[in-house]
């Protein structure tokens, strides 16, 4: 239990379906992210959110929406995905606070595989 | 911008052998540093991280690291390892200032551990 609850862990859609990833941090954290994994690639940065508003997008295609309606929940809303999409979505938290480097705590990530 | 190499993609050890995963980065600012282990089929966990102050860190599950700011790497050493040691692990850098959890990965250095 790492204080970061990503759901679903596996998905699987196709291309043109509309799905979303959820993710909930019980860490009393102000800041959260979308990072991404895929195979032979570093961990990419996709997102951030303090205090619910979005502070960086890391050219992210518009396929993929991001929504924080508060500081414990973080969503990524996918449509019409292409295949080379699937990999691995890892939400984090942090408590945003300057000198202390910021520790980020990763979610068990959400698998998602496009067909 | 920061860049961060893993210069091993795989180090197969025996139990009880000591272990060294090299790091090395590059950055204009100065930076905070971070190593994270990933067990399969999990999120990230923070093994240890170097913010100031003494440059020999010492982390969870027996693991330390050594900044060398000359020459801009942050090894990861354990005297004597596990089983349970296997695991992907990613050596990250963050910048200071402003850049909170703006964490930039290296590609990730597989242990595997043999009895």
């Known amino acids: 239990e790492t204080g970061v609850t990503q759901t679903p862990r596996h998905l699987v859609m196709g291309m043109t379906n509309k799905k979303s990833l959820k993710c909930e941090q019980h860490?009393?954290?102000?800041?959260m992210y979308w990072y991404k994994q895929s195979a032979k690639k570093p961990l990419e940065l996709m997102f951030v959110?303090?205090?619910?508003?979005?502070?960086e997008n890391n050219s992210v295609p518009s396929r993929f929406s991001p929504e924080c309606p508060n500081s414990s929940h973080l969503f990524l809303h996918l449509h019409t995905l292409q295949p080379e999409d699937s990999a691995l979505y890892l939400c984090?938290?942090?408590?945003?606070?300057?000198?202390?480097?910021?520790?980020?705590?990763f979610g068990e990530g959400s698998w998602l595989t496009v067909v | 911008a920061q860049s961060v190499t893993q210069l091993d993609s795989q180090v197969p050890v025996f139990e009880e052998a000591p272990v060294e995963l090299r790091c090395n980065y590059s950055s204009s600012v100065s930076v905070y540093l971070f190593w994270y282990v990933q067990y399969p089929n999990q999120g990230l966990q923070l093994l240890l991280k170097?913010?100031?102050?003494?440059?020999l860190v010492k982390g969870i599950n027996g693991f330390e690291a050594e900044f060398n700011k000359s020459q801009t790497s942050f090894h990861l050493r354990k005297p004597s390892v596990h089983i349970s040691d296997t695991a992907e692990y990613f050596c990250?850098?963050?910048?200071?200032?402003?850049?909170?959890?703006?964490?930039?990965f290296g590609q990730g250095t597989i242990l595997t551990v043999h009895p």
């Open positions: 170097y913010l100031s102050g003494s440059t």
């Open positions: 990250a850098v963050e910048a200071g200032g402003t850049s909170y959890g703006k964490l930039t």
């Open positions: 959110y303090n205090f619910k508003e979005q502070t």
């Open positions: 860490l009393g954290h102000n800041a």
């Open positions: 984090a938290s942090s408590l945003r606070d300057r000198g202390t480097g910021n520790t980020i705590y």
